[in-house]
T-cell receptor
Framework: GESVGLHLPTLSVQEGDNSIINCAYS??????FIWYKQESGKGPQFIID?????DKRQGQRVTVLLNKTVKHLSLQIAATQPGDSAVYFC???????????FGAGTILRVKS | KAGVTQTPRYLIKTRGQQVTLSCSPI?????VSWYQQTPGQGLQFLFE???????NKGNFPGRFSGRQFSNSRSEMNVSTLELGDSALYLC????????????FGEGSRLTVL
């Protein structure tokens, strides 16, 4: 598994602004990427996914961008709302089955 | 439709004891995965079951084990508990195999004293 530190990066944004959360992955063989949101006291919640044959995918108020050249993934949230405050995790699923490898996470704080 | 249910939500054990955690997946979901979440190591994969068979196992010692029943409910067991086993144990279910769209429960928070 991955070793992560105690201190997660934090992104603070003003309500209504757009948020961009970044993630670097290390396994060039990974072909499927997912973003999860975890609110305090809850389990992670699926947001959006993207396969390696795509470089962009849009959902409701969210867009995921994949740059395989530099092994970088980003999640864009449009018109960020207070309810978007949470920890956001990127994950890879490059192996058979539902084994997900999660990144360290980024805390998103939305200021009203 | 009810979500993933994990029991117990909180428990305290002492070193050397064992613990069993239970997970009821969403109705119709046949795949159940378990993850350990700690502040230091983040979310780490423990194991995955599909139709009562373990399909994948993470890098955890043999003290961590699990099983799945014919109704897709799953249990995980940790024997000879260590202080470092204190964590939030999350169960997730999914409808399909080989998907990243997992539905997580709220977890069982284990404290080992």
């Amino acid at each position: 598994g991955e070793s992560v530190g105690l201190h997660l990066p934090t992104l603070s944004v003003q309500e209504g602004d757009n948020s961009i959360i970044n993630c670097a992955y290390s396994n060039s063989a990974s072909d499927y990427f997912i973003w999860y949101k975890q609110e305090s006291g809850k389990g992670p919640q699926f947001i959006i996914d993207i396969r390696s044959n795509m470089d962009k995918r849009q959902g409701q108020r969210v867009t995921v961008l994949l740059n395989k050249t530099v092994k970088h993934l980003s999640l864009q949230i449009a018109a960020t709302q207070p309810g978007d405050s949470a920890v956001y995790f990127c994950a890879e699923n490059g192996e058979y089955g539902n084994k997900l490898v999660f990144g360290a996470g980024t805390i998103l704080r939305v200021k009203s | 439709k009810a979500g993933v249910t994990q029991t117990p939500r909180y428990l305290i054990k002492t070193r050397g004891q064992q613990v069993t955690l239970s997970c009821s997946p969403i109705s119709g979901h046949r795949s159940v995965s378990w993850y350990q979440q700690t502040p230091g190591q983040g979310l780490q994969f423990l194991f995955e079951y599909f139709s009562e068979t373990q399909r994948n196992k993470g890098n955890f010692p043999g003290r961590f084990s699990g099983r799945q029943f014919s109704n897709s409910r799953s249990e995980m067991n940790v024997s000879t508990l260590e202080l470092g086993d204190s964590a939030l144990y999350l169960c997730a279910s999914s409808l399909q195999q080989n998907t990243g769209e997992l539905f997580f429960g709220e977890g069982s928070r284990l404290t080992v004293l």
